[in-house]
T-cell receptor, first 113, second 116 residues
């Protein structure tokens, strides 16, 4: 079915450590994989995305990797800071939803100073 | 340039009451969406619109209606509210379809609805 699985649901790290969040998707035709960050009480905002013609994309301390064969993609945050604490959502388009994004259930990241 | 604006921000309803959430965007976006966010459930698409005068069902459309009479506005209606519709509702817009290079979603601040 239409499915984007995201894990872990919660993640706690020490400031300066790395954090990795993983998502799997079901539609082999999916070709676009965004990550949204939602700080407490705020709106979700796009932080990085990747298309299926590349395997990795980096933007300063965040990176996303994609494995199309295995149908999974991951968000990597290095040198975590307290302001990275938020809920992160992955998403992928699905033909069954008219090409609209299906979101994962979210990962609550807590960075402890 | 306000982006995406939702009103009201908070509302408490009794079961069976009706209400309308208003979403307005000033970015000249063609696409607009209504999502609901529940704890542990992520963002689920209720209805969406690909342009003025159009509407379409998303993942969880039951119990909701929408209208897009003007390009900049997208209204979400609850005709007979139920406790299961207690949620945080987010409106979003995009220049083109999701997944396209200019398909980034821009969200409003959210509207917290409680149905007693």
């Amino acid at each position: 079915g239409e499915n984007v699985e995201q894990h872990p649901p919660t993640l706690s790290v020490q400031e300066g450590d790395s954090a990795v969040i993983k998502c799997t998707y079901s539609d082999s035709a999916s070709n676009y994989f965004p990550w949204y960050k939602q700080e407490l009480g705020k709106r979700p905002q796009l932080i990085i995305d990747i298309r299926s013609n590349v395997g990795e994309k980096k933007d300063q301390r965040i990176a996303v990797t994609l494995n199309k064969t295995a149908k999974h993609f991951s968000l990597h945050i290095t040198e975590t800071q307290p302001e990275d604490s938020a809920v992160y959502f992955c998403a992928a388009p699905h033909r069954g939803s008219q090409g609209n994004l299906i979101f994962g259930k979210g990962t609550k990241l807590s960075v402890k100073p | 340039n306000a982006g995406v604006t939702q009103t009201p921000k908070f509302r408490v309803l009794k079961t069976g009451q009706s209400m309308t959430l208003l979403c307005a965007q000033d970015m000249n976006h063609e696409y607009m969406y209504w999502y609901r966010q529940d704890p542990g459930m992520g963002l689920r698409l209720i209805h969406y619109s690909v342009g003025e005068g159009t509407t379409a069902k998303g993942e969880v459309p039951d119990g909701y209606n929408v209208s897009r009479l003007k390009k900049q506005n997208f209204l979400l209606g609850l005709e007979s509210a139920a406790p299961s519709q207690t949620s945080v509702y987010f409106c979003a817009s995009s220049y083109t379809r999701q997944g396209a290079r200019t398909g980034e979603l821009f969200f409003g601040e959210g509207s917290r609805l409680t149905v007693l």
